[in-house]
């Protein structure tokens, strides 16, 4: 399409987030919501909805940070907004559509960063023909700094995803269960930093995937979390992420969302 051409072309953003795929990731998000807009909808609502009854009960309304702040479908930005006095938002790209949005609003910012910190590091090794796999680094302890609320949102379960193609692609020699566990940590990673925040955190993952024939019936089932052991959460929803039907498809694709509000108080 010349509108996905045009924005792959006119995107603003950092060399490696273009050559990892970020950008095309981000520009086919776009296309997936356009296709399944409706039965993303309650999924989009129920975020917002938990996101900002977390917010309105955190005191220190000094400043909240959106990771994995995407499209800004999910973001209530505009009560965030009202509620807070500083909105930083995260993420490894943003597209043109949501930079216009953010700039109707004077205190709300984005910010490009990678919270795995492993994306930059994978680029520069294959440029100097380091074949290691990076570490994920925790998100940096002051990214709370004056903060009252710290937002992960839909990000859990797709931290490793780019990465893990990469791997793929530019690092085949390297054993399947080696980069599995490289994968799972960095889903731990990125959960034990939101647990050691000194302020309220609001996370929202997708847990589990479920595909189902036609006849609804479950074929498969798997963690989207590298089996991460996470508490009950405080609330919890089905995402039909890709309906049957659409496209052709006989079978369809769910996901189990959960929702936990983290106070610091509470720890993991």
């Given at each position: 399409?010349?509108?996905?051409?045009?924005?792959?072309?006119?995107?603003?953003?950092?060399?490696?987030?273009?050559?990892?795929?970020?950008?095309?990731?981000?520009?086919?998000?776009?296309?997936?919501?356009?296709?399944?807009?409706?039965?993303?909808?309650?999924?989009?609502?129920?975020?917002?909805?938990?996101?900002?009854?977390?917010?309105?009960?955190?005191?220190?309304?000094?400043?909240?940070?959106?990771?994995?702040?995407?499209?800004?479908?999910?973001?209530?930005?505009?009560?965030?907004?009202?509620?807070?006095?500083?909105?930083?938002?995260?993420?490894?790209?943003?597209?043109?559509?949501?930079?216009?949005?953010?700039?109707?609003?004077?205190?709300?910012?984005?910010?490009?960063?990678?919270?795995?910190?492993?994306?930059?590091?994978?680029?520069?090794?294959?440029?100097?023909?380091?074949?290691?796999?990076?570490?994920?680094?925790?998100?940096?302890?002051?990214?709370?700094?004056?903060?009252?609320?710290?937002?992960?949102?839909?990000?859990?379960?797709?931290?490793?995803?780019?990465?893990?193609?990469?791997?793929?692609?530019?690092?085949?020699?390297?054993?399947h269960d080696q980069v599995e566990d490289w994968c799972?940590?960095?889903?731990?990673?990125?959960?034990?930093?939101?647990?050691?925040?000194?302020?309220?955190?609001?996370?929202?993952?997708?847990?589990?995937?479920?595909?189902?024939?036609?006849?609804?019936?479950?074929?498969?089932?798997?963690?989207?979390?590298?089996?991460?052991?996470?508490?009950?959460?405080?609330?919890?929803?089905?995402?039909?992420?890709?309906?049957?039907?659409?496209?052709?498809?006989?079978?369809?694709?769910?996901?189990?969302?959960?929702?936990?509000?983290?106070?610091?108080?509470?720890?993991?």
């Open positions: 399409m010349l509108l996905d051409l045009f924005t792959h072309l006119t995107t603003s953003c950092s060399p490696y987030v273009r050559r990892l795929g970020y950008l095309d990731e981000a520009i086919a998000l776009r296309g997936r919501y356009g296709i399944n807009k409706t039965a993303w909808q309650p999924h989009l609502d129920n975020t917002r909805r938990f996101v900002l009854a977390v917010a309105e009960k955190v005191q220190n309304r000094n400043k909240v940070v959106v990771l994995g702040s995407g499209l800004l479908l999910d973001v209530p930005l505009a009560k965030l907004s009202a509620l807070f006095q500083e909105v930083v938002l995260m993420d490894v790209v943003c597209l043109p559509e949501a930079r216009r949005q953010i700039k109707g609003y004077d205190n709300v910012l984005f910010i490009e960063y990678d919270v795995t910190h492993i994306a930059e590091r994978l680029h520069t090794n294959r440029q100097q023909g380091i074949h290691e796999l990076p570490n994920a680094s925790p998100v940096p302890s002051d990214i709370d700094k004056n903060a009252g609320l710290i937002i992960s949102l839909n990000i859990l379960s797709q931290l490793w995803v780019i990465p893990r193609t990469f791997a793929a692609k530019h690092r085949p020699g390297f054993p799972k940590k960095i889903v731990e990673s990125h959960y034990l930093s939101l647990a050691s925040m000194s302020c309220d955190v609001c996370l929202v993952a997708d847990q589990e995937f479920i595909k189902r024939g036609h006849d609804g019936s479950i074929i498969s089932r798997a963690s989207t979390v590298y089996d991460l052991i996470l508490p009950l959460p405080d609330a919890s929803w089905t995402w039909n992420i890709a309906p049957a039907g659409i496209d052709g498809r006989s079978s369809s694709k769910e996901l189990n969302v959960g929702a936990w509000h983290m106070r610091p108080e509470s720890g993991i």
